[in-house]
């Protein structure tokens, strides 16, 4: 059945994309974990507010990117009619709608921020989540549209990678750095990585459109070679992190440093398939690129917390 004649909530549903939903959940646990870390004890009213608050973020960026990419979407609709169906080009929801949806969710994450920064005295939380908030503004909204002018990926790495996390410490725990602040370089290059694999299905429908990723830039090659090496240094550079911020066994470490490299090399070896158009290779390779950060990290963060919780 075609989305847009499913009911209204289905169609909201479809729209709101949960499948990718890990890309800020999964950075939101990892942010939790290393506050508990740093204070030896997890307090559930902050983790709430936490995922609410990522809940609304994660709403708010997709239904705003909808509303700012629907003319790329409708040029890759038109460029491969047999491809999954985009929110506003397949009349799935109107673009008004999704728009007004999108900017009250936006809103709805600074009501929670500021529930947050009340209630657990954390007065720095509203300026940090209206830091974030505008992090996606900029992404894909004028004047800078940075995901138009070549910038979107390094941008979506800061604030996945950097950004969320910390601001996830900081409701944890109240303090703004801790040694376990020193897993996050490594997640941010892994954060890159997964940016970069994003333009991977779009590379011709996003150069047509004027949309300047890395794929669009330099081919699909290129930025599945440059996907892979920032997998592989992305996780030397946490081994390095997690043995300096000691927040974790060194067979714990290891663990988490094993389930990347082993989907890494599942990932090369797909490399060569996922060319440009061969949408479903590029599914199974983004499948094994998100198993190597989306599961290594949901392992570590919990590791943190039982450790903590353990230890405290």
């Known amino acids: 059945m075609h989305?847009?004649?499913?009911?209204?909530?289905?169609?909201?549903?479809?729209?709101?994309?949960?499948?990718?939903?890990?890309?800020?959940?999964?950075?939101?646990?990892?942010?939790?974990?290393?506050?508990?870390?740093?204070?030896?004890?997890?307090?559930?009213?902050?983790?709430l507010l936490g995922f609410g608050f990522t809940?609304?973020?994660?709403?708010?960026?997709?239904?705003?990117?909808?509303w700012g990419d629907r003319r790329v979407d409708r040029i890759k609709r038109q460029m491969f009619p047999d491809g999954s169906a985009k929110t506003i080009p397949d009349g799935i929801l109107p673009a008004s709608a999704?728009?007004?949806?999108?900017?009250?969710?936006?809103?709805?994450?600074?009501?929670?921020?500021?529930?947050?920064?009340?209630?657990l005295a954390r007065p720095g939380l509203v300026p940090a989540a209206a830091g974030l908030l505008a992090v996606f503004v900029a992404y894909t909204l004028p004047p800078l549209r940075l995901n138009y002018r070549g910038g979107g990926e390094l941008l979506e790495a800061f604030g996945v990678g950097l950004g969320l996390p910390l601001f996830q410490v900081y409701l944890q725990s109240g303090t703004t750095w801790t040694a376990g602040?020193?897993?996050?370089?490594?997640?941010?290059?892994?954060?890159?990585?997964?940016?970069?694999?994003?333009?991977?299905a779009d590379e011709q429908?996003?150069?047509?459109?004027?949309?300047?990723?890395?794929?669009?830039e330099y081919g699909n090659r290129a930025a599945r070679a440059l996907v892979e090496r920032l997998v592989l240094g992305g996780c030397l550079i946490w081994a390095f992190g997690m043995r300096i911020a000691g927040v974790l066994p060194a067979?714990?470490?290891?663990?988490?440093?094993?389930?990347?490299?082993v989907n890494w090399r599942r990932l090369r070896a797909l490399s060569p398939a996922a060319k440009t158009n061969a949408f479903d290779m590029h599914a199974h390779y983004k499948h094994y690129l998100h198993n190597a950060i989306w599961r290594?990290?949901?392992?570590?963060?919990?590791?943190?917390i039982a450790l903590s919780l353990v230890r405290g």
């Open 181 to 200: 602040g020193w897993l996050l370089p490594g997640f941010a290059v892994l954060a890159y990585a997964s940016a970069v694999a994003s333009g991977l």
């Open 98 to 119: 999704v728009l007004s949806v999108g900017i009250l969710a936006g809103l709805a994450a600074l009501l929670v921020a500021l529930v947050a920064s009340v209630c």
């Open 251 to 261: 067979p714990l470490g290891a663990l988490v440093v094993i389930i990347v490299l």
């Open 205 to 216: 429908s996003d150069r047509r459109g004027g949309k300047r990723t890395y794929a669009s």
């Open 3 to 47: 989305p847009a004649s499913r009911s209204l909530l289905a169609r909201w549903i479809y729209a709101a994309k949960p499948a990718s939903w890990p890309k800020l959940l999964v950075p939101t646990l990892l942010g939790q974990a290393i506050g508990v870390a740093a204070v030896g004890r997890l307090d559930g009213f902050a983790l």
């Open 296 to 304: 290594s990290t949901t392992i570590l963060a919990l590791m943190l």
């Open 55 to 66: 809940i609304f973020d994660l709403l708010f960026i997709v239904f705003v990117n909808d």
